[in-house]
């Protein structure tokens, strides 16, 4: 184990740090739950923490070669018709969200706010959150392969995989301990943070379809169409 390495996967983990599950979402939870409540945003950090050690130990001990075997099925011709359908659905759905497209047809506007139920619904949240996003989460992944190349044994890449993910909750437990020493002067910051992000929040759902739908769509376009049958 190298400083070089440590200092590539502390990079790399700080990247993952921003993302929708270990940032946006700790601070709509931290933003709609009162201090007393500061627990279940611990449960759902410590849950998504958790679904992603467990999720590199997986890929570090062969999921990812076992997946491997479904390689010609997943980039068959079926597979990208498939995967037309999905985007071109994803793409129509966009516009169900779309906040201008509804005041035209007369509906109220959408809004997201998370739900701050007991623990059980945080776990859920967690769990949900890092199934969603594990798949695009590049870093991690890169992450992962560098330590598994890197022929580390299960005493160093285990501590270094623990330390990955804790590195990933840090900004969400920053606010929180910001939070609990400097609340006269955050909470008005965080009560506009809060105002601004529930009322765009349908715009970004409605966004995110689209993009997700349109790249889905055209690459299954770019497969189906640039090669014969």
Do not use: C
Not at 153 to 161: F, S, V
């Amino acid at each position: 184990m190298t400083i070089g390495l440590m200092l590539t996967l502390a990079a790399l983990a700080v990247i993952d740090s921003t993302s929708f599950g270990t940032l946006v979402i700790p601070i709509y939870l931290l933003l709609a739950s009162e201090r007393s409540r500061v627990s279940r945003l611990l449960i759902y950090l410590g849950t998504i923490a958790l679904f992603y050690f467990l999720v590199g130990v997986a890929l570090t001990l062969g999921l990812a070669a076992a997946m491997e075997s479904f390689g010609d099925a997943l980039y068959s011709r079926p597979a990208y018709w498939v995967q037309l359908v999905l985007g071109v659905g994803l793409f129509a759905l966009s516009y169900r969200f779309d906040p201008k497209r509804r005041a035209k047809l007369g509906k109220p506007e959408r809004r997201f706010e998370p739900r701050t139920g007991g623990p059980r619904v945080m776990v859920v949240l967690g769990l949900t959150a890092g199934v969603v996003e594990v798949a695009t989460m590049v870093p991690y992944l890169a992450a992962v392969g560098i330590m598994t190349t890197s022929g580390l044994p299960p005493g160093q890449w285990l501590p270094l995989l623990a330390g990955y993910v804790l590195i990933m909750i840090v900004p969400p437990l920053a606010l929180m301990g910001l939070r609990a020493v400097a609340a006269s002067w955050l909470e008005p910051k965080l009560e506009r943070l809060r105002a601004w992000l529930t009322k765009n929040s349908a715009s970004m759902v409605s966004w995110a379809l689209a993009i997700v739908g349109l790249l889905l769509a055209l690459d299954a376009v770019s497969y189906l169409f640039s090669k014969g049958p």
